[in-house]
């Protein structure tokens, strides 16, 4: 009896193709809207926080707000790292400033770091050396500089030995970076200089005190235990005022960007899920005016010894064949769409179809025939035969 | 021979407009197997009534009414589907065929709902459109038919259930003369097989093809001698 109501069905659809289309169209957005949706927002996530954790799960990065007249002094770094859950520990002066070379005049981000930072942030080399402690003691002026930096300010990668004016002063390139691939490299000037921290705070005049440094711990599971002894240690050089500092913990980054994403996925999904169900209305009104309009069909079917259950199945399943059917086209249109966003977006982030949507939204369209399908159905199949059979549509 | 269809003092009301229409009013009539009877009335003579109960689309609020030894009380809508189903092939004046479906499809369609088999399924709608001899025209659709055509689909669709009891409403109403003779002459051959056929209308010279004639009239029948 299924299959033979599942063959009416097909034969009622398809014998008034556009309506059966009209119908499904609003099923077919609202499937679309959720599964592109939430796949292209769950997708993102996924790359975000491959590229956030790529940084580094175990960095904490301290900002001074408040130095007490007492600041943070270069020395006070080795204390620091001196404690068992800290590993290591960087300064960071960060200034935008004017570069120059023979080739080109540009605006570069300015770096003041110990060569520890370049381990804390996993930053690789393409040619030429890191920083090293003694350029940091003796104030060299020197520079590690981005790959795209080199690009842009030398019209060359294999930069090591040219020389380039900052804020003035000629500093020698000794360094170049590997090429940051990732999608953070989006956010941010191309052109990086990683030089001494006392000659950045030179440079700039801003002083030896440290507004700002990054610390590691020792591994990524110990990252709340550093992030505790680095808290205990700041609140007792900034005398128990805790909004003197702030620290900001990499991991915990990570989780607040994941909720966040999870309303986004939420809300996105809710949205999409509203015009689902809106698709589920339009296919109980069309089922409404069939049933009406097949009256006397309904009536010839009962003369002839359909039952109530008989003509509610097929009219039920008329229904989840429609709202089935429109699903199968919006997920075959949301692969498509997500292919080319795919397709557009670069290599920069794989969208992917989330399979757990797509569940959704076969599990919700199935949903959507039923509950819009059983009033139809009922009302066909209440239908007195008696009058149903002097119908005259 | 058996009673195939015993009425005994079935009555029928229907409320029209706050007022009480005794479409029936104890209504007696017996008709053996194997018979051909016609029943004539004029409009509002409580025809249409009697003929949804002889169908089993209605049930009487008195009165007795058994169908081949079944007696048929206020059955369920879905007891009612099924010996409608069982017992009776029905052939309405407007042909009543469902327009999607090929000749075929519409023979077929009250076996599927009975739930024989595929291979017998095929067999009986075969013996069917044989017995109206439309075998050659079995993949048409209705509107593909002449009104005659259409109606030996009926009557095949009828028939496919071997029923008790063929129920004829106007059979001949929508046709021209000769396709209404051709009508009818199939109807004798299905009584020689056989068959108990009613046959219910409101022309005299269809009426009197019968073997026997009952009258209706404000909703009481009568034999015509």
Known sequence: MFVQSLKMAMKAISGNKMRSFLTMLGVIIGVIALVVLVSLVSSATDSITDQVSSLGNNLLSVSIMDDKENPLKLSEMSDISGDGEIDLVSPLAQANSAVKTGYADETATVYGIYPSYFEIQSLALDSGRMLKTADVENSCYVAVISYKGAEKMFGKTDAVGEKITVGGRSIMIVGVLQEDESMMSMFGSDISLYMPYTVVTRITGQGTAVNSFYASSVNTESMDDAETALENMMLKRFKGDSDAYSIVNQSSLMDTMSSITGILTVLLGGIAAISLLVGGIGIMNIMLVSVTERTREIGIRKAIGAGHGTIMLQFIIEALVLSLLGCAIGIALSWGIIELVTLVAGDTITFTMSASVVGIAVAFSVGIGLIFGIYPARKAAKKNPIEALRYDG | ?225
């Open chain 2, 1 to 225: 021979m058996n009673e195939m269809i015993v009425m005994n003092e079935v009555s029928k009301v229907y409320t029209i407009g706050g007022e009480n229409v005794h479409a029936l009013n104890k209504a007696s009539l017996s008709i053996r197997d194997g018979e051909f009877v016609s029943i004539i009335g004029p409009s509002g003579s409580g025809k249409s009534t009697l003929m949804n109960i002889i169908g089993c689309l209605d049930t009487p609020d008195s009165g007795e009414y058994v169908l081949d030894g079944q007696s048929i009380r206020a059955y369920s809508e879905k007891q009612l589907a099924k010996i409608r189903n069982k017992k009776i092939g029905f052939v309405f004046q407007s042909f009543n065929l469902l327009a999607k479906l090929t000749a075929e499809e519409n023979v077929e369609l009250p076996l599927i709902y009975q739930g024989t088999g595929y291979s017998e399924r095929k067999k009986r709608v075969q013996e069917a459109l044989e017995r109206v001899e439309l075998t050659a025209r079995r993949h048409h659709k209705p509107t593909e038919l002449s009104g005659g055509q259409q109606q030996r689909v009926a009557v095949a669709r009828a028939l496919v259930t071997r029923p008790s009891l063929l129920l004829a409403d106007e059979p001949t109403g929508n046709l021209d003369s000769k396709t209404s003779v051709e009508i009818i002459r199939l109807f004798h051959e299905l009584h020689k097989s056989g068959n108990t056929i009613v046959l219910i209308t409101h022309d005299n010279e269809v009426a009197k093809q019968a073997k026997r004639i009952l009258h209706i009239n404000d909703g009481k029948v009568t034999e015509v001698a």
